[in-house]
Each structure stands twice: as structure tokens, then as C-alpha cells.
């Protein structure tokens, strides 16, 4: 265990009922907290205690498969378990059970709130609604006793990659205040403890150095473990979001997921750039697809800096992976080139041309419109594609260079959600080609 997991085990085991650990990816929350279950599980005959993510499939593979029976392994070598893989529910030798549930299934939400929990520990908090979180809360409620008769305080442990500072987490925990409200809490009551990757002296060199690597909010969001600054009027944000009338605005963290459903459609977005290639803007290039559920799923960020032949061999190559059924490139860096080339990659390359007429604004808002509904999942993460949508503002581009990305995304959901929405999409963006 490394020192900065012993300060973490020392805050769970305060007099803190709720407890936060933050901080940038792999520094060791998870199995901190495991661990901490753990030994509260041995401790109290009997007891119950929950493992929650958002997706039950990320917390059945990511924890329960994988870092529990590690953590076991390590942590308390030759402790004998029982696994319920059907019902994820794990049983210690003296009767405690851990369960291991996800939050997005109405099913399995509603047999988790059908029992008592001595602990709630919820993973990657970035993705969970407070709502949510305060609907968890009332679970947390078994009244159990430890093995010297003495009674098990009940505990919630939570842990993220921290996001924007208007996260339900930055105002409980760092600056002390209700969520919903902006009352104060009650003194004491909450704790928490910062891990970042440079303290985990396990991870190898090169893992550091792809940290140290990325754009600037990403950067200090997995490697330095900051709260980020909300961009003012900024269209997207990571985390939720609450609106003046007090309705969730769900952020791309919480959006993401790990696999799309069966997909009707596929469109691939271009934004071509002056480049030849050797510096300046990418070419935005995001393959989205329409899920059979009626949302658009990001599938892919294939964004480069290449000459004109070069970027089309990757618009090609992206269209044969995913079976695009339609390329809409932007025809305002040389409209006839930029179909050529494309044509020349693939010939039979379905391509449809289009006009910006309008400001990147503009043209971006009935798209964050989606986001917002909940409408838009990303499939994975894609660092450089979401570090520009969380700079674009209702007054323009915050960010350094062209949010060629984004515009690539803007075309590719337009293009793909314009059909299938229960407004019309159309009129609100401009009819035909232009936009």
C-alpha cells in the first residue's frame, strides 16, 4: 500500500461519514477503498455493503472481476470468499456480503434499494447523477455490529478523475456546502484525501509520460488531479450541470459509454483545413453513428495533420472500419479539391458536400441541445475532441487554434440525428446543404 492509500484508509476510517478520494487516473483509489470494505466486511459479522458504478457492466469487470480479487490477494492472503457471479454479490467467511451493482439499469437499481448497506462506495462519481447519489444515501442504513459487540458506523466513499468545479463533489466536499442549496454542511461530516499517479510508485515510466502528454485540461484533470475552471457560457461541460430552472443537464462523462447498441446509421464528419500537412490545423475527421435507440454515438476520433492525399486515405480507412453510409465534408477550404481527393481515396465513397453559412456557434448549439436531452453518447474517450466542445461558448471559441474536431463532430451529428429528432432539427439550423 503506498503512503498516499494509507492517508485514505486513515480518512475512511475518521469519524467522517462521507469520505471522497480525487485525484488523476491509477493512483489507487479503487483498491484503497476496496480495502476498506474489506475489513469492514471481516469486522462485522453479517453486514452489507455496496460497490456501485454508473454501467454494471464497468463495475462487474473493472472491480469485481478484477481489482477485488487482487486487492484480496494482496491485502489478505488466504481469506476464503464466495463469488455470486449471477446476482454480483460477494460472500466473506463470517457472512458479510459486498454486492457489486450498476446505476443505470432501473432493474438492478431497485434491487440494490431493496436492501440495507453498512457502506456505499461508489466508483467514478463523475458519472453519477447527485440525484442519484441522494436516492443511495437512504440505503445506507444497516444498523450491524462489529465482532467486539461495539456497533459498525456507516460509511459512503466515493472517487473520481475530478471534472468541473460545479460538481456536486467540489461543493460538499472542498467547499463545504449543499449541492442543492448552497447551505452549509454540518461540520465534520466529510472528508477527503487527493491521489494522483505520481504517487503511485508502481506505475511505469512510460504511463507517466503519456500523462504528461495530453491537452492541457486533460492533463490536469488524470495527472494532476485538479478541478477544472468552468469556461463561462461554455456549451458542454464534463460533469452535470444544473439549469435555472433546477433540471440535471447531464455532462459527456456521464454519456459515456462503453459500447453503442446496434447501429442503423453511420456518418463520418470532415473538417478540412489549409494544412498540406506539415503544420497548422488538423483535419477534423469523428465517425458517429444512430443507434437503434434513436441517440448518435461518437464512435471515433480519426482527427490528423496530413496532406489533402494523406487525410483522405483516413476518411477511406475510417469509412471501410465502420461502414459508413455517408462522408459530409465542409467545403470551404476548396470545395471541389476536398471532394476530389476524397473521391480518389475511394471512389464509391458515399460524399455529400456542405456550406458553412453560419457560425461555428450556430451551428453548435442545436447539437450541445442534444447532449443536454441526453441524446448523445461518447463510446470511449476521445481527450482532444472534448477538450474543444468544453471551450466553445454561447460567444464564441475559447480554446487555442480551430475547433476542427468539433466542427467535424457538428456536421457528422447533424447529419446523422437531423432525421430521427422530435423537433425539427432542420429548422432550427437552416435548410438543405447549408449550415
Not at 494509507?6 to 471522497?20: D, N, P, Q, W
Not at 480554446?399 to 422530435?422: C, F, H, I, N, Y
Request: aromatic residues 8%.
Amino acid at each position: 500500500m503506498t503512503e498516499k492509500q494509507a492517508e485514505l484508509v486513515g480518512a475512511a476510517t475518521s469519524s467522517a461519514r462521507h469520505i471522497l478520494a480525487y485525484g488523476g487516473s491509477r493512483s489507487g483509489k479503487t483498491f484503497g477503498f476496496c480495502f476498506c470494505i474489506a475489513n469492514r466486511g471481516l469486522m462485522a459479522p453479517g453486514s452489507r455493503h455496496l460497490i456501485a458504478r454508473h454501467h454494471n457492466i464497468d463495475v462487474r469487470q473493472s472491480i469485481m472481476l478484477d481489482t477485488w480479487p487482487k486487492m484480496m490477494r494482496m491485502a489478505f492472503p488466504g481469506v476464503p470468499y464466495e463469488v455470486n457471479k449471477s446476482d454480483q454479490y460477494i460472500v466473506m467467511p463470517n457472512g458479510a456480503e459486498i454486492w457489486f451493482g450498476g446505476l443505470d439499469d432501473k432493474e438492478r437499481v431497485d434491487k440494490i434499494l431493496g436492501k440495507e448497506f453498512a457502506t456505499a462506495y461508489v466508483n467514478e462519481a463523475s458519472q453519477v447523477a447527485y440525484e442519484t447519489i441522494t436516492t443511495l444515501r437512504t440505503r445506507l442504513s444497516q444498523a450491524c455490529l462489529k465482532a467486539d459487540g461495539r456497533p459498525l458506523a456507516l460509511k459512503a466513499y466515493y472517487d473520481l478523475n475530478p471534472v468541473g468545479r460545479g460538481h456536486w463533489t467540489y461543493k460538499e466536499f472542498v467547499e463545504g456546502v449543499r449541492p442543492e442549496n448552497g447551505m452549509p454542511i454540518e461540520a465534520g461530516s466529510r472528508a477527503f484525501v487527493v491521489l494522483n499517479p505520481t504517487d503511485n510508485p508502481y506505475l511505469p515510466a512510460e504511463y507517466l509520460a503519456e500523462l504528461d502528454g495530453l491537452p492541457d485540461k486533460q492533463r490536469q484533470r488524470f495527472r494532476d488531479g485538479k478541478y477544472l475552471s468552468e469556461v463561462p457560457g461554455a456549451l458542454w461541460s464534463s460533469s452535470d450541470r444544473i439549469a435555472d430552472d433546477g433540471q440535471n443537464m447531464p455532462g459527456i462523462d456521464s454519456l459515456r459509454r462503453g459500447a453503442p447498441p446496434a447501429l442503423k446509421r453511420v456518418v463520418i464528419g470532415v473538417d478540412p483545413s489549409g494544412s498540406d500537412g506539415t503544420g497548422g490545423d488538423c483535419q477534423g475527421i469523428v465517425v458517429v453513428g444512430l443507434g437503434n435507440d434513436g441517440h448518435g454515438y461518437v464512435l471515433a476520433d480519426r482527427s490528423c495533420r496530413l496532406s489533402p492525399d494523406g487525410w483522405a486515405r483516413m476518411v477511406a480507412r475510417a469509412a471501410e472500419e465502420f461502414g459508413a453510409d455517408r462522408v459530409v465534408a465542409e467545403r470551404n477550404y476548396g470545395g471541389a479539391m476536398v471532394e476530389a481527393v476524397l473521391r480518389s481515396a475511394a471512389r464509391k465513397l458515399p460524399v455529400r458536400m456542405v456550406t458553412a453559412s453560419r457560425g461555428k456557434v450556430l451551428r453548435a448549439e442545436p447539437i450541445a441541445a442534444l447532449y443536454e436531452q441526453g441524446k448523445v453518447h461518447h463510446v470511449g474517450t476521445f481527450s482532444e475532441l472534448e477538450e474543444q466542445m468544453t471551450m466553445t461558448t454561447t460567444t464564441g471559441y475559447r480554446g487555442s487554434g480551430s475547433p476542427d474536431r468539433l466542427d467535424a463532430l457538428v456536421w457528422a451529428l447533424t447529419e446523422t440525428m437531423a432525421v430521427k429528432q422530435p423537433y425539427n432539427l432542420a429548422a432550427l439550423i437552416g435548410e438543405g446543404d447549408c449550415l
